[in-house]
């Protein structure tokens, strides 16, 4: 699709607009929105930045964008795994940081109302002087709710909580055409025709720029503690994530960790774990509002792993104790992508099925002789494999790792899985999204797309191509 150029007209009907201090065209500004947290940057400018400061402003720009065919990409703050955020084909990224209030804390209706910008931990932050939770957990803190309503973000709390669209209750968002609506509301339940609210959450911005949602919130938990339990083989550590969920017994979070990712997490943040030349950890985190019944879960969560031969089960009550574990699982990033030459896949299988997936993987590592560490959300099937190149040649890397990625989704799929749990599909992994989704369902998502963005202006590229 051809679109038009940004040109010196376009950036001052633009500062016009939202002012001319909201409207950035220096390199220097510009590099700043060129990437996100992709291993590998893809580093592309865009033509111009503008920073909204209301709903209104967004309209405006987005009815200019679409009368001019210009490209707009919204960013949250950036954070996200698969370029979602990154202008590829030029044009305007559009960034909500400045779009940042929390607008209300509801109280009786435990629901809150927030602009699209506003950052998760300060969002956090504020519910917790109320004893108030959001439980929808992406690691990174620092995301937009706007970039969590964008993705779908799951994250550790998931198995308990579920992901972010559980919480979403209403949005207002801003089609191409610069028109304004509102979806759902502070209900908490409807029955009232298609629920177009969810078609918004997780389209990866290319469906509409959401500027304010309403989100539901819980209690408080009061009390937490944390079991770090190793094990001999990591196949023994995953089957024993099913069985503890057939017990309906629900931790907030389940997540595994193997040696080799512990050594890594080890060295990078120079500390040592308790039994740290065993295979595989699990870490386990259970909430409640009494100590008695978080003990008596943790007691039959621990029986439970020892009956499936752990090693030992250590328990942390205080919270110094609890974040010392948690910065292993929470550095994994830090210590194992940055700064190295890797590809991330963020497969999602059912629960019963991660031991088997993970024995597949670790066969397909070995056949294509290319390292693959892997990491996740045990709880609710998420698993996080990096690829590393180490140190096979630049052509030996180029070769393999698209196909063993392309290995790595079929065999996903075939227990049943999904290409994507929580990441998304952004630019880089539509060229798999059909191992996913057939071609029906592709077709009726491109006519969603042209329904909603006709002259696809709305992050072209991502997810799949239009055309
Ligand atoms: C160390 C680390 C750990 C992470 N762990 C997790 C995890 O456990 N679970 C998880 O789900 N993710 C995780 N992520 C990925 C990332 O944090 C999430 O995808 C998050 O939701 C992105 O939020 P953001 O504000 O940074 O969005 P961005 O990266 O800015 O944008 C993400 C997508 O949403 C769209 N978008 C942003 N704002 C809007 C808007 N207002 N309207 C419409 N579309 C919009 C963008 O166009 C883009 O397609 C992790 C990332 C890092 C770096």
């Given at each position: 699709m051809d679109y038009n150029k940004v040109t010196n007209k376009t950036v001052a009907t633009l500062k016009e607009i939202?002012?001319?201090?909201?409207?950035l065209v220096d390199t220097d500004s510009l590099r700043k929105y060129s990437?996100?947290?992709?291993?590998?940057?893809?580093?592309v400018l865009p033509d111009v930045v503008v920073k909204p400061q209301n709903t209104e402003q967004v309209s405006k720009v987005l009815r200019f964008a679409n009368t001019q065919r210009i490209p707009v990409t919204f960013r949250g703050?950036?954070?996200?795994?698969?370029?979602?955020?990154?202008?590829?084909?030029?044009?305007i990224l559009l960034s909500?940081?400045?779009?940042?209030?929390?607008?209300?804390?509801?109280e009786r209706n435990l629901v809150a109302v927030v602009e699209s910008g506003v950052v998760l931990l300060h969002f956090r932050q504020e519910l917790e002087k109320r004893g108030?939770?959001?439980?929808?957990?992406?690691?990174?803190?620092?995301?937009a709710i706007g970039g969590n309503v964008g993705t779908n973000a799951g994250g550790?709390?998931?198995?308990k909580y579920g992901n972010t669209r559980g919480y979403v209750l209403g949005l207002e968002v801003v089609l191409s055409s610069g028109e304004i609506m509102k979806f759902g509301?502070?209900?908490?339940k409807r029955s009232t025709g298609y629920e177009l609210m969810h078609l918004i959450i997780g389209s990866e911005g290319t469906l509409a720029a959401v500027t304010k949602i309403i989100l539901r919130l819980i209690k408080l938990p009061n009390y937490f503690i944390t079991l770090y339990i190793p094990f001999h083989s990591l196949h023994e550590a995953i089957k024993t994530v099913p069985e503890i969920i057939r017990k309906k017994i629900t931790p907030t979070a389940i997540e595994y960790i193997e040696k080799d990712s512990l050594l890594v997490v080890e060295k990078y943040l120079e500390k040592t774990m308790p039994?740290?030349?065993?295979?595989a950890y699990l870490i386990i985190r259970i909430d409640g509002d009494s100590e008695d019944e978080l003990y008596a879960v943790g007691e039959a969560v621990s029986d439970i792993c020892m009956e499936n031969n752990a090693v030992d089960v250590l328990v942390a009550n205080t919270k110094d104790t609890q974040d010392r574990i948690w910065s292993i699982r929470g550095s994994f990033y830090e210590a194992l992508v940055k700064n190295r030459v890797v590809q991330m896949v963020d497969t999602v299988v059912p629960p019963s099925k991660i031991a088997e997936y993970i024995d597949e993987v670790k066969t397909i590592s070995r056949k294509r002789k290319i390292r693959i560490f892997s990491v996740g959300h045990a709880g609710d099937g998420n698993v996080h494999l990096i690829l590393m190149k180490d140190d096979l040649s630049d052509d030996a890397w180029t070769e393999t790792w698209p196909q063993t990625m392309k290995q790595l989704y079929e065999t996903a799929v075939t227990y049943?899985?999904?290409?994507?749990?929580?990441?998304?599909?952004?630019?880089?992994k539509k060229k798999y999204l059909t191992i996913s989704i057939g071609e029906p369902e592709l077709r009726l998502m491109k006519a969603i797309k042209r329904l909603f963005d006709p002259n696809n202006?709305?992050?072209?590229?991502?997810?799949f191509d239009i055309t």
């Open positions: 939202v002012e001319a201090k909201n409207v990437h996100d947290e992709a291993p590998l940057p893809l580093n703050q950036g954070t996200g795994l698969s370029y979602g955020a990154v202008p590829t084909q030029g044009g909500f940081e400045d779009m940042n209030r929390i607008i209300e804390i509801d108030l939770f959001y439980p929808a957990d992406p690691g990174e803190n620092s995301s550790m709390n998931g198995v509301g502070k209900t908490f039994h740290h030349d065993e295979e049943g899985g999904t290409i994507s749990g929580e990441h998304g599909i952004g630019f880089d202006i709305l992050n072209p590229g991502k997810i």
